[in-house]
């Protein structure tokens, strides 16, 4: 679950995927609600919001949350979305991207597994 606010300096980061949970209201309604009082001091400029999304799991793969975005809850004609891959999201998309040949072997093998399982429930 991830929901993204991004201002221009400062940049003003709200709420963290260890505070997130699901909410009945629109998408961006709390976190604009808490964040309401600043904006007598500062100016704040909301470029993307990304809705959150929950993502399908497979058996014996760990899941966690994390504070980065995706462009998975915009791509909504395909499934239930699953998002794996090697590497490390830390440096995802950046620079210094690397993952080591060992990672991407094995990747291989849990695309295998991961494919038969979700084969399973169709």
């Known amino acids: 679950l991830r929901r993204d606010l991004a201002a221009p300096a400062p940049v003003i980061s709200v709420g963290d995927a260890t505070t997130a949970r ?6 961006g309604t709390s976190h604009r609600r808490a964040i309401a009082p ?12 990304v809705p959150p999304v929950q993502m399908a799991t497979v058996p014996g793969f760990e899941s966690a949350v994390f504070p980065y975005t ?6 909504t004609a395909w499934g239930r979305p699953l998002l ?3 590497g490390s999201v830390h440096v995802a998309h950046t620079a210094g991207e ?9 990747a291989v093998e849990h695309y295998v597994t991961i494919a038969k399982e979700l084969l399973t429930r169709t």
């Open 70 to 75: 995706t462009d998975i809850p915009f791509l």
């Open 22 to 27: 699901p909410s009945a209201e629109p998408p």
């Open 98 to 106: 690397c993952v080591a040949i060992a990672e991407l072997h094995a």
């Open 38 to 49: 600043l904006e007598r001091r500062v100016t704040i400029e909301y470029i993307l919001e």
């Open 84 to 86: 794996f891959g090697p």
